[in-house]
């Protein structure tokens, strides 16, 4: 962006366009909780302001000083190891390379398996069930389930993870719900999404794709804003209720003759929350469109919950309500399998196959893929297979039972302490709070807390903080009631403190403009891809 623009443009232009930005900020300001939701029509407003000369460059300095500050972060985090920037002329020998990838490993995070401070991250930690894993992966790595006829041994693996995650999710009598393995959660939602698009545009004969609308509550996970751009599908987005659940009457207000899903969540990532599932599932039924269940986090733990209270009673959630028609479960996070896996189901084949891509006219040969990788690794599915045979259903439920034990006693702590306020109905995995007093920033109150080691998850609208329970980091939960007891009381007497994120993390969730937001958030990847 050249900097002389400023110069050339004539000041009425430069006045116009401040005001028109002065004012869309104000207005984003005083209709917030309304403008959340149609985000789209506003940020069309922003980008012509932003478009005029004047604003151009006042906006280009304000982010170069964010990306200056998040730079110099970032900088201080890159490796202080030699870099190979090109393929070396000759192969090293195995030696050099496990000493140099050691090298790497000793800066990474210490602690990841028990007593852990970081949110969410790592869930498997069993030194033994780690390395079940690990050997399966070796045994497997060179299979690929595309070749189905040289290896039947993945896609038999592959077919029976497939089935036990199912009969988790249904009941007895629901026999047609089938599905596939894929290489994690959001690979799951993307698929799930496209089949549920076209097929909802065959058996409704829609012949414009590109306008269809589908609804999902602010507090879905950023997987489906990646669908929608994948798939140019329109959102509507519908806010949450006090306590972070997806408002059915503003579902209802919402849904159209164009609405193609309504995507809900089991638990919500942000808080926790289960939403009310049995309600939207009517919904679906009465509008004949498809309903998605996003149980990447829940999937293994609700299901071995029935009948326990959980602040309240756990909600059906899964194929037991009829118009549910997809769901997302990752293995990878609470099936304690390692990285690159997760079970995307459908209530029947039909939808399946709109998952798939046949083509019939390929030089190459008849063509068809259930995913969208088309070579996958079968070491990815055999370590899959191996963790939750491993686990077994008794294994599965003690986990989950402690984990909401302590779910239940971090949720205690928060609400008595005073100046802190849960958000989510439910005791899930992820506890949530905000600060209730303006002396008590939420973010100070993350940095005094990472400086002591935690990592928790920042959100925002409202500006909050979670921790996500797993078996790794279970064992430091008491820790961190007494850490963020000490916290709350420090960060009334500060403002900030040294090297703290706080002003970063205001600024940029404070911004009414999303846009100049997205733009930053695309510079800080280039620089973290950049990584020198
Ligand atoms: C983790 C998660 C996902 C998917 O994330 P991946 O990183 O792709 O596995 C989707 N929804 C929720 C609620 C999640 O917690
Ligand atoms: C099982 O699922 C079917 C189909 O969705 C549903 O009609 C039935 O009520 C369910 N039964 C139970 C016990 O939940
Ligand atoms: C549920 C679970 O596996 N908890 C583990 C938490 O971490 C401690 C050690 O820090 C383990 O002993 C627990 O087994």
Known sequence: MPSNVTSQSTPILLVCGLLIYILATGVCKILDGLLRTQRQDVEKLFRLARSLPGVRNLVARSKEKILSEVESGLKSGVLPVHRTQDLPCEGQSIHEILKQADKLKGHDCKHLFHTSKMTGTVYATELTHRELCNSMYCNFAHTNPLHGDAFPSVARMESEVVSMTSMLVSNDSNSEICGAVTSGGTESILTAIRASRDFMCYSKHISRPEIFYRIVSVSAHAAVYKAAEYFKINIVRVPTDEHGQM???????????????????????????????EELSDIALGQRCCLHVDACLGGFILPFLSGREIESHVPKFDFSLAGVT????????????????????????????????????????????????????????????????????????????????????????????????????HATMVVAWRTTDRTNNVYVLNDILSSKGWRLAVLQNPSALHFCITPANISSVDALIDDLKQAVQTSRTLDKIPGGKAPIYGLAHGLPDRGVVKELLRDIQDLMLQNV
Not at 380 to 403: C, D, F, K, N, P
Request: no cysteine.
């Open 247 to 277: 408002n059915v009457a503003a579902v209802k207000r919402a849904l159209s003759r164009r609405t193609i899903l309504i995507y809900a969540s089991a638990p919500t990532y942000p808080h926790g929350v289960i939403d009310p599932i």
């Open 326 to 425: 997809s769901m997302s479960l990752d293995t990878h996070k609470y099936g304690y399998a390692q990285k690159g896996s997760s079970v995307v189901l459908y209530s029947t084949s039909v939808l399946r196959q709109f998952q798939y891509t046949s083509v019939a006219d390929w030089t190459g040969g008849l063509y068809i893929s259930p995913t969208p990788a088309g070579s996958r690794s079968g070491g990815l599915i055999a370590q899959t297979w191996a963790a939750m045979l491993h686990m077994g259903r008794e294994g599965y439920s003690r986990v989950a039972h402690e984990i909401i034990e302590s779910a239940i006693k971090l949720r205690k702590a928060v609400a008595d302490t005073d100046g802190l306020e849960l958000i989510g109905r």
